[in-house]
């Protein structure tokens, strides 16, 4: 049974970086990609974007400037950066797995980060 | 960017009676070498991560039951719940998996009359 289950920190200023982790339970990681992917309090869903396990990554454009994903296969774990965020990206942020060329299959629970002053 | 456009944005169906939820994308998902279309459906429900229904526009998940069901080819997709039942209270999406982006409908909140 797969699992994935993703921890970060949940209150962040304006400014500051987003950091979120996401650990891969069951299956195997390389035959995947793994993307991340928000909904804002109350409205709809935004893929932020995807990385498989050599670290190739593909980003939605209208976050690229400040998104960064990475991977560690020795853990089974990937990891989203998102810089100087804003009000605008509080949100509860989802890890997915994703076949290749395929839609995500499998949810982590989300974390919802809020950004505050 | 393909625009996924659900509709309605809600509706309220009494008890046993069907639901019918459209998706309408700005351009063709299907996918002619394999005759495939690269949209899925997924449920969410308060608190949740939404969950896969349909997936290739018509192929019920293992688990799901019967009484969801997807249709439709190229741009015009529709979710029908043949009989509603309490626990179908949610909210459904629409997602392209054809390009990235990939891309969701707004969403359709489901609710009981």
């Known amino acids: 049974q797969v699992q994935l289950q993703q921890w970060g920190a949940g209150l962040l200023k304006p400014s500051e970086t987003l950091s979120l982790t996401c650990a891969v339970y069951?299956?195997?990681?390389?035959?995947?990609?793994w993307s991340w992917i928000r909904q804002p309090p109350g409205k709809g869903l935004e893929w932020i974007g995807e990385?498989?396990?050599?670290?190739?990554?593909s980003y939605n454009p209208s976050l690229k400037s400040r998104v960064t994903m990475s991977v560690d296969t020795s853990k089974n774990q990937f990891f989203l950066k998102l810089s100087s965020v804003t009000a605008a990206d509080t949100a509860v942020y989802y890890c997915?797995?994703?076949?290749?060329?395929?839609?995500?299959?499998?949810w982590g629970q989300g974390t919802l980060v809020t950004v505050s002053s | 960017d393909i625009v996924m456009t659900q509709s309605p944005d809600s509706l309220a169906v009494s008890l046993g009676e069907r639901a019918t939820i459209n998706c309408k994308s700005s351009?063709?998902?299907?996918?002619?070498?394999?005759?495939?279309?690269?949209l899925v459906w997924y449920q969410q429900k308060p608190g949740q991560p939404p969950k896969l229904l349909i997936s290739?526009?018509?192929t019920r998940e293992s688990g799901v039951p019967d009484r969801f069901s997807g249709s439709g080819s190229g741009t015009d997709f529709t979710l029908t719940i043949s009989s509603l039942q309490a626990e179908d209270v949610a909210v459904y999406y629409c997602?392209?998996?054809?390009?990235?982006?990939?891309?969701f409908g707004q969403g359709t909140k489901v609710e009981i009359k």
């Open positions: 990385v498989n396990h050599s670290g190739s990554t």
């Open positions: 997602l392209q998996y054809y390009s990235t982006p990939r891309t």
């Open positions: 351009q063709s998902v299907l996918y002619s070498s394999n005759n495939k279309n690269y």
């Open positions: 997915t797995r994703t076949p290749t060329g395929s839609y995500d299959d499998y």
């Open positions: 069951g299956g195997s990681f390389s035959a995947y990609y």
């Open positions: 290739w526009a018509s």
